[in-house]
């Protein structure tokens, strides 16, 4: 298939969602080369940003709010990865939906990051939360990532440096301290910017309160990037 072939199907997959309609859903590629253990069997990753249905601030923030908004990107994120399967199946493209494991609740790792795709496809930076920073609407998204095999896909330029400059907002607005302020660069383990496994200990700790973990997600809606003008 020709770049623009494969550009018409994804888009075209996005576009036409069996059950729901994402608004304003996009997508961007990189080349694999970068990471070793998946570039020696896929030639790209593709990143697939989906923004969340309400561009939630501090000052409209609720937890309960939160949650519904992570339970419904969560399902987006099921039916754009059900969507993409079916189509690269049938296109005859060699592909795969790399897991993301988590270990007792604690730590969330995945086998290659979407972020991480993302960032090498020019689709946004690391921010000071360890979260994608988008320039359209900043942390507000959820991910999809994918590899696959076609060298006909043309790359997008990687972002190289962080954009979040002498912004602390998310710093200050995580209630449990649980970040350092350091900005993110290229290579740099995620451990300088958010110790992962006292959040999640923390949120873990309203289970018996809430009957689910707690749904924080202060270090994203406190982010001026693609904050909503006040009207």
Known sequence: MTDAEIRK????????LPCVTI???????????????????????????IPFFKMMTLKDHTEDGFALLEMTTYRYRLEVSNALTKAFTEAGIDFDIPLVFKDHEIVYHAQISAKDIA??????????NDLLITPEYGPRVSLVGLVLNCDELIPGTPVTESRCGE???CVHACPFKNFTGREWAPGRPREERVNYVRCSEMRGRARKVLGRKMA?????VSCPVGAPAEQ
């Open 9 to 16: 199907l994804i888009d075209d997959t996005l576009n036409n």
């Open 23 to 49: 608004p304003n859903v996009y997508w961007g590629a990189c080349d694999l080369t970068y990471y070793p253990d998946w570039g020696q069997r896929y030639n790209r990753g593709i990143a697939v940003v």
């Open 119 to 128: 960032v090498h496809a020019g689709l946004g930076w690391i921010g000071k």
């Open 167 to 169: 912004c602390d907002a």
């Open 216 to 220: 924080c997600g202060k270090c994203i």
